[in-house]
């Protein structure tokens, strides 16, 4: 039965999806061929097909995922819960909770950590679990700080047999090959390793779910945790964590829907088996040089596929709560880790026809491309939508015939109403859901702020995603086309924690872009007066992109003009999680005095030297 519902589910997306696109492109392709087609008029046919696919893709996932989560809704209220502290796995299975770092601020990623092992330890099950802290650092003030950071956790815990450092001589494979060593050095002394970045905080409940999960399937090679949002005090990161508790949380739903057993890997908050991950992980070296060529950077698709190449599942995990991770502060670092991202996504194009990959596999690598890719197809689509415009005046009065007698009673087209209404739907429908969900959910409406604060936070945040959406686009389309071209990203941390940004470095990181990309508004404007209301949006956006991006990076505050505290409002930061709520407590007490400073004749400075390196006996 699980199987036939599983193939049943996909085969209807398949068909809802193949409808929408074919629907949307028949609409659009009889706005345009009245008269005739001409070369230029297919292939913008063709992009908006391509688009809809794009987009069309996305807004079933969240039906699939809204319709999953309401059954959970509605099952969880008829269930009495259960007890935390029953017999478990972790009385016989040994679990490494393993956290990578690379030029991280120590302190920060080891709160995080801090928060997770106070939870296990509450819940009385920390004797089955090892941390490891696994460093890739290279920059002497970085690796210092790591040591007197992990050596002050150490002491704060009571951990020092527990709780390890460990630093690579040579850094090769980046975070895939930190993993790799550890398997190899390690490995066969666990039966499960925990995957933790470092902006991941996992409550213990969370963490002895997962185990149970894992022991009950004995081929299951991986469960995925979905990572919500958190933490964040800019408005752009309290946007942005909204935003995915409204929509991320319909995607992750309707993927787990739609892809179980055969599911797919985030590169932390998973709970992977070691032996599985031993076996099938062992990542290739594309051939050629970088940035398409070379070590694969976005290692967790890649590993995901070995897995089921293998054999293994792998499944998605979105019914409770318990699995936190911290976004980017502010756009320019958004779009920093973007960059970053979009180079290692375009490398899996050259992985989509390997040979033993599932399906599924085969998919994620193609919606991971077209995740980047379809910018710079929304660019070109709008470009030679302005060719076509702007074609001869024959052409016009043509067009302006088939028009007149495609009017229907009320004076319009009567195809232009359906096709802007099913792209609206495609694209604001997952915004709907999530509304929708929030709304029903009684508890999920409160934390919210209500019904009318939850409507309102989502006018607002698809106003604020508008504005910012044509600079994204334009900055994507040039992450394509410079890796394409050849130009290698620095693979390099994350600032997680940064100052509100200036006006001046806004102006110079994005003013150039914004002035090309509102040069180019005009001009389509001016060459093609009859889009002059398509490009007014584009070009309004290009002149505020610059202060929106300034404001929205400032920290949120309670008092103060422009700011709304009860907007935005997410569960996790109005009913904070036990582990949240420590999390938050230490970094307090740490603003309020310095926590981890060491002195340099500490005695137990001189135990780093022995202590670093060292595992677990076997």
Same mark, same amino acid.
């Given at each position: ?13 398949? %068909? ?59 099952? &969880? ?13 972790? &009385? ?75 630093? =690579? ?23 499960? /390793? ?45 946007? &942005? ?5 409204? &929509? ?29 991950? /031993? ?154 859901? $999530? ?39 334009? /900055? ?34 994005? $003013?150039? =872009? ?89 005695? %137990? ?14």
């Amino acid at each position: 039965m699980p199987m036939e519902r599983r193939n049943f589910s996909s085969i209807l997306f398949g %068909l809802l999806l193949v409808l929408s696109t074919g629907t949307a492109a028949v609409t659009f392709h009889s706005v345009l061929a009245t008269w005739g087609m001409t070369a230029a008029e297919w292939l913008l046919l063709g992009l908006y097909t391509i688009l809809v696919v794009w987009i069309g893709s996305s807004f079933w996932i969240c039906v699939f995922g809204a319709i999953r989560l309401l059954g959970d809704n509605r099952r &969880q209220r008829g269930e009495k819960p259960m007890p935390l502290l029953h017999p478990g796995p972790w &009385q016989h299975a040994r679990t490494a909770v393993v956290m990578p770092l690379y030029h991280e601020e120590a302190e920060r990623a080891l709160d995080g950590l801090r928060a997770t092992y106070e939870s296990l330890e509450e819940l009385g099950a920390i004797e089955a679990f090892h941390f490891f802290v696994l460093s890739d650092s290279r920059d002497p003030a970085k690796c210092r700080n790591e040591e007197r950071a992990w050596l002050r956790l150490c002491r704060d815990l009571g951990a020092g047999g527990r709780l390890f450092l460990r630093r =690579r001589k040579c850094n090769t494979g980046k975070k895939a090959g930190n993993i790799q060593e550890f398997c190899e050095r390690w490995g066969r002394c666990y039966d499960y /390793m925990i995957i933790l970045d470092a902006d991941s905080i996992m409550a213990g409940e969370t963490i002895l779910d997962m185990m149970r999960r894992m022991e009950a399937e004995e081929r299951l090679g991986l469960l995925q945790a979905w990572p919500t949002p958190v933490n964040g005090r800019s408005l752009f990161a309290r946007v &942005q964590q909204f935003a995915a508790n409204v &929509q991320g949380r319909l995607i992750a739903a309707g993927l787990s829907v739609l892809m179980e057993p055969c599911g797919t890997y985030w590169g932390h908050n998973a709970i992977i088996r070691v032996e599985a991950f /031993m076996q099938s992980c062992g990542l290739p070296r594309l051939s050629g040089r970088p940035p398409l060529g070379g070590e694969i950077l976005s290692h967790d698709f890649v590993e995901a596929a070995l897995l089921l190449r293998r054999g293994w599942r792998i499944r998605i995990m979105v019914d409770g709560e318990g699995s936190y991770e911290e976004g980017p502060p502010n756009l320019i670092e958004h779009m920093n880790r973007d960059r970053r991202w979009c180079q290692g996504n375009l490398q899996h194009a050259r992985l989509i026809l390997t040979e033993g990959f599932k399906f599924p596999s085969r998919m994620n690598f193609v919606m991971g491309v077209l995740s980047y890719a379809a910018s710079p197809l929304w660019l070109a689509f709008m470009m030679l939508a302005v060719v076509v415009a702007a074609q001869p005046l024959p052409f016009h009065l043509e067009a302006l015939r088939a028009w007149l007698m495609s009017m229907n009673d009320h004076g319009v087209p009567s195809h232009i109403p359906w096709l802007i209404g099913l792209t609206v739907t495609l694209l604001l429908g997952p915004k709907a859901l $999530g509304l929708l969900l929030g709304v029903v959910d009684a508890e999920r409406r409160r934390a919210s702020g209500g019904a009318a604060a939850l409507c309102a936070s989502i006018v607002l945040e698809v106003a604020v995603t508008a504005l910012i959406a044509p600079l994204m686009m334009l /900055m994507h389309a040039e992450f394509v086309a410079t890796t394409l071209a050849g130009y290698t990203t620095k693979w390099d941390a994350q600032q997680r924690d940064t100052d509100a940004i200036k006006l001046r470095d806004a102006a110079r990181l994005l $003013g150039p =872009r914004c002035a090309v990309g509102a040069t180019l508004a005009a001009m389509a404007a001016w060459w093609a007066p009859a889009l002059i209301f398509w490009m007014l949006p584009l070009l309004v956006s290009f002149v505020v992109a610059i202060p929106l991006v300034v404001l929205s990076s400032r920290e949120h505050k309670e008092r103060g003009p422009a700011r709304l505290p009860w907007l935005f409002r997410t569960p996790p930061e109005t009913m904070p999680s036990p582990v949240l709520s420590r999390l938050r407590s230490v970094r307090a007490l740490r603003g309020r005095r310095r926590l981890f400073h060491v002195r340099q004749d500490d005695p %137990l400075e001189a135990e780093v030297s022995l202590l670093l390196g060292r595992g677990p006996a076997s």
